[in-house]
């Protein structure tokens, strides 16, 4: 009988550990964000390339993860990478439209060459459009901004899409310079969305 709940014991402590193992291994967290290691965009499973948090004097925003198809340790090649790509943020505090959108467009002006930004103005403006016919954002919601080959940017709020589809891929990259461009919105929080180089 001592045997027996000897070996019952180890059985469900091995359980245990197992199950303590895999949850933490399908979860990454920062500031008591958490955020799945894998995320399926277009068909394909994409992987968490990197996580942080966006600050703006010293109030935490939002919690911020890039997801890709491979991980990737430099801006150049998260902007060339094939297949689709996520950002998603998760609200750390409420924003208004108005002020996500002033946001948005302040990125996007100081990382968009103009060359770039007169091949995407339409796209712009549909982008705005979007943030208008939204109240606001409140702690906990998420936003989704996704890119799919063939298809272009969706964005999801809360699991629901917003917006019209945006075809051009440079459209995507730009938004993605909001945070991993030249004067990204947090310099803290771009090398944290790329994963650690693996080059020696």
Do not use: H
Not at 26 to 45: L, R
Not at 162 to 169: A, R, S, Y
Not at 175 to 181: C, S
Request: charged residues 25%; aromatic residues 8%.
């Amino acid at each position: 009988m001592i045997a027996m709940n000897k070996v019952s014991f180890k059985a469900l402590l091995g359980a245990f550990l197992a199950a303590a193992f895999l949850q933490g291994a399908m979860a990454a967290e920062v500031a008591g964000v958490k955020f799945p290691d894998t995320a399926k965009v277009g068909g394909k499973e994409l992987q968490l390339n990197g996580l942080g948090v966006r600050t703006k004097f010293i109030v935490k925003v939002y919690a911020a993860g890039l997801y890709l198809q491979q991980k990737e340790s430099t801006v150049e090649d998260v902007l060339k990478a094939d297949g689709p790509r996520r950002m998603q943020l998760i609200m750390m505090r409420d924003i208004s439209s108005d002020d996500f959108g002033n946001a948005f467009m302040t990125g996007l002006n100081n990382n968009v060459d103009k060359n770039d930004k007169s091949k995407i103005v339409t796209q712009i403006s549909k982008f705005g459009e979007m943030f208008a016919q939204i109240e606001g954002l409140k702690k906990g919601d998420v936003l989704d901004l996704d890119w799919v080959p063939g298809t272009g940017t969706q964005c999801y709020l809360n699991n629901k899409k917003i917006g019209d589809v945006t075809p051009d891929v440079i459209f995507y990259n730009s938004i993605l310079k909001i945070w991993l461009g030249d004067k990204p919105a947090d310099s803290s929080l771009k090398p944290k969305l790329l994963a650690p180089s693996t080059k020696k």
